[in-house]
């Protein structure tokens, strides 16, 4: 007995030697036996050399699908294709295989849906789900594989809207078409794909214009999309910036007319209150007293002298007046009858007539004719053959001033009143010594 323990003990070591050692982790192999469990593989699991289970090890026992690093340590790669699973996809076993780069179980009949925990795949660089069943959005933890290379999703049952990919700067191609995703096409950086589709969705909207070098077919079978590549055309967008431009500019000159208007208002304002402060200027009251002419001592009231006024607002000045050679009003200035007083003495149906004293000078008496449409050239001819006919009954003019709105005969003032004063007396005088 004694002799057999040194041949039992040789066989002993010789078993430890050469049995296969285990290289994955305990909780590695029984994460994927989980992962492979709920794919459903049926009949597939009779095959031989199948593997996929916790007495035997991924790498040296060579599980069907999986290719290990080239010392057989550590699980690279796990391809399950055209096997007939019928499960679901358990990304948070497989993802505890922390050196998995490769994962793809196209053309199976997989069900459900994407997982968050894909993310957990940090070193994953292929992912390929093409030809199964899977259903509901894509998760937005797919961005989060910071080191991707390529996505095949195509040819499922997935919806919503897809997530932006701009910023798995690793990416070299997307195939997501035959899904039925909406929504805009999403943001990749298209300049360095070299695969891209997402055709026979239901996506909406403009293609991006930095689309590079895919063409329509990328996109065809969205009747929602449109492009210069598509056969609908976008609509042109407005320029907001050049709308907003156009609106400030028309807005500028909204405001400057205000202004100007403004402006105009005010000086229209001032002109207006100049004129009155004219006229305040040369107005006097008028006090009228219909029992005066009767009485020894006639009281006539001083008139708002109407003559210097429109006169003034006419645009007349000195030189418009003409003043005939008479010692009377020698020297006499058109400025001198406006700030002279004046009396209102008569009223008739083409004027009034005014008495008017001027500082310095002999009382004058002015008649005032308005609304005689002839012209100033008629005017003077007219007042020419006045002043040639001299006779010693015809009060002759001693000045004159003519302007489009009225007419000014100048005399001398008579003590007695007038030749028909003296026929008709005075309570006739008012209504008609011009008619």
Request: glycine fraction near 8%; charge should be positive.
């Amino acid at each position: 007995m004694d002799r057999m323990r040194p041949v039992l003990s040789g066989f002993f070591v010789l078993f430890l030697l050469f049995s296969p050692a285990k290289t994955e982790d305990q909780s590695v192999i029984q994460a994927l036996v989980v992962f492979m469990e709920k794919l459903n593989p049926g009949s597939m699991q009779t095959t031989p050399n199948w593997g996929w289970n916790t007495s035997s090890d991924p790498c040296t026992s060579k599980w069907a699908g999986v290719t290990c690093d080239k010392d057989n340590e550590t699980v690279k790669k796990i391809v399950l294709e055209k096997l007939n699973l019928s499960g679901t996809l358990d990304f948070e076993s497989v993802c505890k295989v922390s050196n998995l780069l490769v994962l793809s179980v196209n053309f199976n009949s997989i069900t459900g849906n994407l997982q968050q925990e894909v993310s957990n795949c940090k070193r994953l660089t292929h992912l390929y789900l093409s030809g199964n069943q899977f259903s509901g959005s894509l998760p937005d933890s797919i961005t989060g594989l910071p080191n991707v290379k390529r996505i095949d999703i195509s040819n499922n049952g997935l919806t919503g809207q897809l997530p932006d990919f701009s910023r798995l700067t690793s990416l070299l191609s997307f195939l997501g078409q035959n899904n039925q995703f909406t929504g805009p096409v999403p943001r990749f950086n298209y300049h360095q794909l070299d695969g891209f589709s997402v055709a026979n969705n239901d996506l909406s909207g403009p293609i991006p214009d930095d689309t590079g070098r895919f063409d329509a077919n990328s996109f065809a079978g969205n009747p929602k999309l449109c492009g210069k590549e598509l056969p609908v055309q976008c609509p042109v967008k407005e320029n907001k910036k050049s709308n907003f431009r156009d609106v400030l500019i028309y807005a500028g000159f909204a405001v400057l007319g205000c202004m100007v208007l403004v402006l105009l208002a005010i000086l229209a304002f001032k002109k207006k209150k100049k004129q009155n402060d004219v006229k305040t200027h040369l107005s006097v009251k008028t006090r009228n007293g219909s029992d005066s002419g009767r009485s020894s001592g006639s009281k006539n009231s001083r008139a708002r002298s109407e003559f210097s006024t429109t006169s003034v607002e006419s645009g007349g000045v000195s030189s418009s007046m003409v003043v005939l050679s008479s010692p009377v009003v020698n020297g006499l200035r058109f400025e001198d009858l406006l700030r002279a007083p004046a009396e209102l003495i008569g009223r008739g149906k083409h004027g009034s007539l005014y008495k008017v004293k001027p500082d310095n000078g002999v009382p004058l008496v002015v008649k005032r004719i308005k609304d005689w449409k002839i012209s100033r050239d008629e005017f003077k001819k007219r007042l020419q053959k006045i002043v040639e006919t001299k006779h010693p009954n015809v009060l002759p003019v001693v000045a004159y001033y003519s302007s489009k709105q009225e007419k000014l005969l100048v005399y001398e003032f008579q003590q007695n009143g007038s030749l028909f004063r003296l026929l008709h007396g005075e309570l006739t005088l008012f209504s008609s010594s011009f008619s």
